[in-house]
């Protein structure tokens, strides 16, 4: 057992899309991510996600609607939820998801992260 710093971990790294284990726990994983753009369409058939915004804001596009997070805020995609992150600058999030989830879900390409790094 130790405390984890979310300002040193995340500036351990600078790329985005590609998220870091920070911490387990049971068979879920507390990630940390850099998003600037605009991801990939795709769902996780399996598993439900959960996004807190660190630092910045991004919109969470769905296909009938966008939610815009700020700091502080968060949002839940239930499984089978097709969605797309999109961010205008750079916004650091925390996602808890099963171990299992891949960072495209049911969509697999060039930015698929099948090894995560763990911080």
């Known amino acids: 057992m ?17 998220p870091r284990v ?10 940390l991510a850099k998003f600037q753009g605009e991801f990939v369409w795709h769902q996780h ?6 996004f807190l915004v660190i630092h910045g804001s991004f919109e969470m596009q769905f296909r009938d609607r ?11 995609v239930p499984r089978g939820v097709e969605h797309c992150p999109r ?4 916004v650091h999030v925390m ?8 960072n495209t879900g049911e969509t697999e390409n060039e930015r698929t992260v099948r090894e995560l790094d763990e911080l």
């Open 95 to 102: 996602l808890f998801e099963p171990a299992t989830t891949l």
């Open 45 to 50: 058939d399996q598993e439900d996600e959960f």
């Open 22 to 31: 920070v911490g387990k726990l049971n068979d879920q994983h507390v990630r």
């Open 66 to 76: 966008v939610e815009t997070l700020n700091e502080g805020d968060f949002i839940i």
């Open 87 to 90: 961010a205008e600058n750079e």
């Open 2 to 18: 130790q405390k984890i710093n979310i300002k040193e971990k995340l500036s351990l790294f600078s790329d985005h899309w590609n």
